[in-house]
């Protein structure tokens, strides 16, 4: 069952994308996506009203329009359609799919970037530069954490590549092969 309620947000999600690309609009339908991602996630209230089945359709879509007003027509227009075919229970599914599915098209991946120390900019540029080479990835989205129980170096981690330069994991490799 979840699969199918993932086909159909990464339906939805791709209709949306390849809509604002057509019409040049992917940068505002982005910043529309993001922010109604985060008003659901914050307040998941809205949710539950906007998918009880209480009200009546009209009622809904005044509620849509007052919303979301000032959002994006296509971004709107999704809504009203998830809404005509009873599907806005999975509209954080739809919104976080279209974000993967931007990214994906932009060449974007997404990296974690853990030290013992934190790092100063030239670090953290020579690492994104380094990661970028060896991921083909076009633009890094880099958060940074520190955890001093790797020792040292550096864990650099994305959905598809994990780079572990940590001491932590050097001392037990080493290990490994001293005691086996």
Known sequence: MAKKIDAVADEYAQALLDLAQ?????????????ALAQILEETPQ????????????????????TLFKGASESVVNLIRLMDENQRLAILPDVLASFIHQYRVSQGIVAVTVTSAVALDDDQKQNLEQAFLARSGAKKLETSYAVDPE???????QSPSLL??????????????????
């Open 22 to 34: 057509e019409q040049d609009q992917v940068p505002a339908v982005l910043a529309d996506v993001n």
């Open 163 to 180: 780079v572990d330069g940590s001491l932590q994991t050097k001392i037990a490799k080493l290990k490994a092969q001293l005691l086996g």
């Open 46 to 65: 809205v949710l539950t009203v906007l998918t009880t089945r209480g009200h009546d359709y009209e009622q809904r879509k005044a509620l849509v329009e």
């Open 150 to 156: 790797i020792l040292g170096g550096v864990i650099m």
